[in-house]
């Protein structure tokens, strides 16, 4: 039975876990090179991208992290989703850029911190809870938008890697994490 692996350098990453759980399927909590060894695929869960990044490099972790989503399923949310594009702005950072996305960060502005909307996966309305959330601009030829909200694209898939500018692990539907889980299965 394969293993998800969820980034446990900061933010929400037990609330995952729980979801997972939820749909039957372990995991680890990951903060070493060492840790992704055995896992079918990794979550990276909404935080700070700032601070995620700094303990990434503490860990040198940039380069196995990269090495981890050449070949298997990743799933980035909020912060996740910043760590995963190919481009970062507002400002400029570094990124694994496992997905041909261009993110800009915070960009629902200082006004509108956090907001809960309805947004539509396959015709299924979900929750998603957006908080000081980045904004996808930009996305590549082999990179399909899954759900959008006010027109700009929310949830993309690449077939192998997902990002999600909102937070699915804090809402009661498991309508997202199930499409990543069945990856890894
Ligand atoms: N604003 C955060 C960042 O830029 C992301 C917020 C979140 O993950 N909820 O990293």
Avoid: W
């Avoid at 490099?57 to 050449?70: A, I, Q, W």
């Avoid at 809960?116 to 000081?132: C, G, K, L, T």
């Amino acid at each position: 039975m394969p293993i998800a692996g969820v980034l446990a350098l900061q933010g929400d990453f037990e609330a995952h876990q729980r979801v997972l759980a939820g749909l039957g399927l372990s995991s680890v909590q990951v903060r070493t090179a060492a840790g992704l060894a055995g896992c079918g695929g990794l979550i990276i869960p909404g935080g700070e991208s700032t601070t995620m990044l700094k303990m990434i490099g503490y860990e040198n972790l940039l380069e196995p992290l990269r090495e981890f989503g050449r070949s298997k399923p990743v799933f980035g949310t909020c912060a996740g989703a910043i760590l995963l594009a190919r481009e970062v702005s507002n400002p400029v950072q570094v990124s694994l850029g496992l997905m041909d996305i261009s993110v800009e960060r915070n960009a629902y502005g200082r006004q509108v911190h956090s907001h809960v909307a309805r947004i539509a996966i396959d015709e299924e309305e979900v929750e998603a809870v957006f908080i000081r959330a980045p904004v996808i601009r930009r996305v590549g030829p082999s990179t399909r938008v899954l759900a959008r909200f006010e027109g700009t694209p929310v949830l993309v898939d690449d077939g192998l890697h997902m990002a999600a500018t909102f937070h699915p692990e804090l809402t009661s539907s498991d309508r997202v994490h199930r499409l990543f889980a069945a990856r890894i299965r």
